[in-house]
């Protein structure tokens, strides 16, 4: 977990990467993010197990927090919520879910996890990061390859734990969420449906949903100005 401070607001941002990224996913967002109060930043180099690593965050940045889990962040930022509903000044939720993988998603990621532990882990397809991009960005080789070389620094082991991981369904939790919520989902996801973030808006006591156009699974990365002020505005609003 690595920081940086700037003098304090009522909380402190702990922005949660995706499936397979790192701290590099908030490059274009980092400063914007710096303006808006202290980040710690969720490293899942490690993850095995969302409760485990909720706790490790909870317990590792003191005071009020502010997570922005972005996908696979998003588990563990509502996790976070779960754990620890006195400690979260706000939740941001961004291009994530909260239904468990449908079990032929699990067969077809076990399988693949046999493989790799079989044959060695050669990185993600070119195609399947250019499937998470908006269409007009799919043939933008230096984003794709920003997001190839995450998930090399991360290697097999990270994607065969991350692969494997138990996504619980959260639904039953999203009415117990008491901080303020924001949801984010960009209308080109293909990932992820935008039933899904409305599903949590919906259930989330007072959440607001805001979709991102023209952008795709990777907000961070191809919107990060409209995905900052949507966060800046909002925390506005909300006093916090």
Known sequence: MTSSTKS??????VPLPGFMTDRALWSRMEAGLAELGPCHYGDFSGLTDLKTTA?????????????????????????MARQAPDRLAGLVLMNTSPRPPRPEIISRNTAIAEKIRERGFRGLSPAGV??????????????????????QRLGGETFINQLVLQR?????????????????????DELRSMA?????ADAIPGARLEI??????????????????????????NGL
């Open 212 to 237: 991102i156009e023209n952008a795709g699974h990777m907000t961070p990365m191809e919107a990060p100005e409209a995905s900052l002020s949507l966060i800046r505005d909002w925390i506005s609003e």
């Open 55 to 79: 706790r490790e965050i909870l317990d590792t940045v003191p005071g009020p927090l502010l997570p922005v889990g972005f996908s696979l962040g998003g588990y563990v930022a509502r996790e």
């Open 8 to 13: 304090s607001p009522n909380f402190t941002l």
């Open 196 to 200: 899904e973030s409305q599903e949590m």
């Open 130 to 151: 250019r499937k998470s991009l908006h269409p007009d960005l799919r043939g933008d080789d230096a984003m794709v390859q920003e997001v190839l070389d995450m998930a």
């Open 168 to 188: 619980p369904d959260g639904r039953a939790d999203l009415a117990a969420i008491s901080c303020p919520a924001l949801v984010i989902w960009s209308r080109q």
